[in-house]
């Protein structure tokens, strides 16, 4: 079981840049983080994961070279560093989580068994 507390939210202007953090708690052995945002009247959709050792991460294409992802097991957190900012990264952003072997990461919701409340971002133009 991993309770996730998602914080770093807010409001930014359009090529601003956010730190999303993600605090786990809970007991697991190993277990890959993901994140995931969901815009009005859109699914949910992948941001970025990363696998308990760290040494994996998976990126969805729009992001990748503006969003890093990125834990620090000692301290039970996972971050999501987000420059470049655009109005379309308005968005609700989730933290994920599912116990796996340490190298494994996933893109697919379905895999991911916990998740968090949620934190708003929101991007003007």
């Known amino acids: 079981q991993v309770q996730l507390v998602e914080s770093g939210g807010g409001l930014v202007q359009a090529g601003g840049s956010l730190r999303l953090s993600c605090a786990a708690s809970?007991?697991?052995?190993?277990?890959?983080t993901g994140w995931f945002r969901q815009a009005p009247g859109k699914e949910r959709e992948f941001v970025a994961a990363?696998?308990?050792?760290?040494?994996?991460?998976n990126y969805a294409d729009s992001k990748k070279g503006r969003f890093i992802i990125s834990r620090d097991n000692d301290k039970n957190m996972v971050y999501l560093q987000m420059n470049s900012l655009k109005p379309e990264d308005t968005a609700v952003y989730y933290c994920?989580?599912?116990?796996?072997?340490?190298?494994?990461?996933?893109?697919?919701?379905?895999?991911?068994?916990?998740w968090g409340q949620g934190t708003q971002v929101t991007v003007s133009s």
């Open positions: 809970g007991r697991a052995s190993s277990y890959t």
């Open positions: 990363i696998s308990w050792s760290g040494g994996t991460t």
């Open positions: 994920a989580a599912v116990e796996a072997p340490t190298d494994w990461v996933s893109n697919r919701k379905l895999e991911y068994d916990y």
